[in-house]
């Protein structure tokens, strides 16, 4: 196949990995842990585990799994928490016992919960106090036997310990009443995994590492199975793909994005085969908090997505955050604007490096090169070993800048949908290719632009409009804090263009913004109907507009702003 996006590798970035060069995640593991072992390997709450402390206490979590909870090889175990230092331990202590890890989000009501957990058949889970309310609710109708809880300072020193947890519990109230009869608590759990070594387990790349579940945008949630050479595949791709910018042993990241999003939790595993500090960021929403981690830990690179690098950019503190060190800022998990972009570049002399991946590839794909100076509006070229194809509803390569669906092939290529062969049938092409339902073009350089999911794309008189141009345009103006686009019915022309505004100037009209759209949309893509709301529009946990939120949304009967 070829490849003229390798003319924009940069030098040192090779085109292909080598794929074999861990077996598992667990080599990766032991492999860091041992070239790194006095380094700081994570930092929450201003606590530092070194790799060799990681090691160690995942170690203990492997043991207890298999020796005193009675796991077996394959099981899955539900990991349901922020961003803690229990995260990173656990996740490593269920992979190196031969299980698979089922990533859960803590905001999860009774009912996505229970379809997770029975879906997976999950028969252990390791959750924080502040949600188990929500598992006590249908922990009967899951298979679940072995139940570990965990306080949000259980990795804290003794008396911070005490104080965050009575602090969270009893004074922030954030821990509602719960009962879960038999379950364990993280701290003993640890306590009981040290008294024996765990069984060592060997691993292959066919070997299941996740479960990742989709995040039900068009149907029901499925689970994603991950194996451990896709996991490693995408680590070393992403791994290689930064390696100009970064050096062994010597970098500090800042991890905001929740890991239970494949999108954080691949970049973390990623820096972590370069022996850098990760800072864990457990609730980036409380933003004075997480100003206040930025000012104390100098850091050189940092993953977000575009709603989180403006939140930052809004905050009045950002500007006291010292950026001396920043060599990388990675954006990810929805489309950038180009407002944050170039407010991003103007404040911290550094662009914004956009990606592009899904749940089903582990997650990255496609990037762009890390060394360059502006954002360039394109979500990249493929990574190494990775190939990338614009096909239309047929199967066949369009012609080079032509939209057609993006369709991906690599070794970080999930294995197919757990339970769900007719579905994973369907996202496959009869030669392999994985059908991403995102249309883009690819220019002759290799470039992709990245113009909307299929499902979102609006047609107007036979014209399609993409809803990511509509909310780029609309967000260039100053009075607008976000937007979100959607097609609604039209008699006339099928369908119409609705636009959703959140405004940062409460005097902004209907007519100021449509004057503005004027300058920058052609007739057709043009908003018909505007809708100002003055609360945040709906979004997933990693900050995405849900964009279906706003088409099921009923209309309000009045819309404030009309001239």
Not at 372 to 383: A, D, F, K, R
Not at 440 to 467: Q, W
Not at 539 to 546: E, P, V
Request: net charge neutral.
């Amino acid at each position: 196949m070829h490849k003229p996006w390798l003319v924009q590798y940069p030098a040192g970035v090779p085109a292909e990995i080598d794929v074999g060069a861990f077996a598992s995640l667990k080599d990766v593991l032991t492999s860091c842990c041992g070239r790194f072992a006095d380094l700081p390997a994570y930092n929450s709450m201003g606590t530092v585990l070194s790799f060799r402390q990681l090691d160690e206490a995942s170690r203990a979590f492997a043991a207890y799994l298999q020796k005193v909870a009675g796991l077996k090889r394959g099981d899955r175990v539900a990991l349901m928490m922020p961003n803690l230092l229990q995260y990173p331990v656990a996740l490593f202590g269920v992979l190196r016992a031969g299980m698979v890890v089922v990533n859960v989000n803590p905001l999860y009501t009774a009912r996505e919960l229970e379809h997770q957990l029975k879906d997976s058949g999950a028969t252990a889970i390791v959750v924080v106090e502040n949600f188990a309310h929500t598992l006590a609710q249908v922990i009967g109708s899951t298979p679940l036997r072995t139940v570990v809880t965990t306080q949000v300072g259980d990795m804290l020193p003794a008396f911070r310990r005490l104080l965050t947890n009575a602090v969270v519990k009893h004074v922030k109230k954030m821990v509602p009443p719960w009962r879960l009869p038999g379950s364990v608590d993280f701290r003993s759990a640890l306590a009981a995994g040290r008294r024996q070594p765990p069984d060592e387990v060997s691993l292959a790349r066919e070997d299941l590492a996740f479960l990742q579940y989709t995040g039900g945008t068009t149907g029901v949630a499925k689970g994603t199975m991950l194996t451990h050479g896709n996991m490693v595949a995408n680590v070393l791709q992403v791994a290689a793909w930064v390696l100009p910018n970064l050096k062994d042993g010597e970098e500090t990241v800042v991890i905001p994005l929740p890991l239970y999003h494949v999108f954080a939790l691949t970049g973390c595993l990623s820096f972590f085969t370069k022996g850098a500090q990760t800072v864990l960021v457990a609730n980036p929403r409380d933003m004075p908090a997480f100003l206040q981690t930025l000012r104390q830990v100098p850091f050189s690179a940092i993953i977000g997505v575009n709603t989180l690098f403006r939140a930052l950019l809004d905050a009045p503190g950002f500007a006291e955050v010292d950026l001396s060190r920043l060599k990388l800022a990675v954006a990810g998990g929805m489309a950038v604007q180009h407002v944050v972009a170039h407010r991003w570049k103007e404040r911290t002399g550094i662009p914004l490096v956009e990606g592009y991946g899904l749940t089903e590839t582990a997650p990255v794909a496609i990037a762009n090169p890390v060394t360059i100076q502006e954002w360039s509006g394109q979500i990249g070229v493929p990574l190494p070993s990775t190939d990338v194809g614009i096909l239309d509803d047929a199967g066949q390569p369009v012609e080079l800048g032509q939209v057609g669906e993006i369709c991906l092939r690599g070794p970080q290529v999930m294995k197919g949908y757990w339970n769900r062969p007719a579905e994973t049938a369907e996202v496959f092409t009869a030669d392999g290719w994985l059908r991403t339902g995102d249309m883009g073009i690819m220019d002759e350089r290799g470039g992709i632009r990245l113009t909307d999911r299929k499902k979102d794309m609006i047609v107007v008189s036979g014209f399609k409009v993409f809803p990511n141009e509509v909310e780029d345009v609309l967000t260039m103006h100053p009075g607008v804090l976000e937007a979100g686009a959607i097609g609604v019915p039209d008699e006339r022309s099928g369908e119409a263009v609705k636009v959703v505004v959140v405004r940062q100037d409460p005097n902004l009209t209907e007519a100021e913004l449509l004057a503005h759209c004027k300058q920058h949309l052609t007739g057709y893509k043009m908003p018909r109907i505007i809708e100002f709301r003055t609360e945040p529009l709906p979004k997933s946990t990693i900050g995405k507009i849900l964009r279906r939120e706003l088409r099921n949304a009923p209309a309000p009967a009045k819309v404030p702003g009309r001239d």
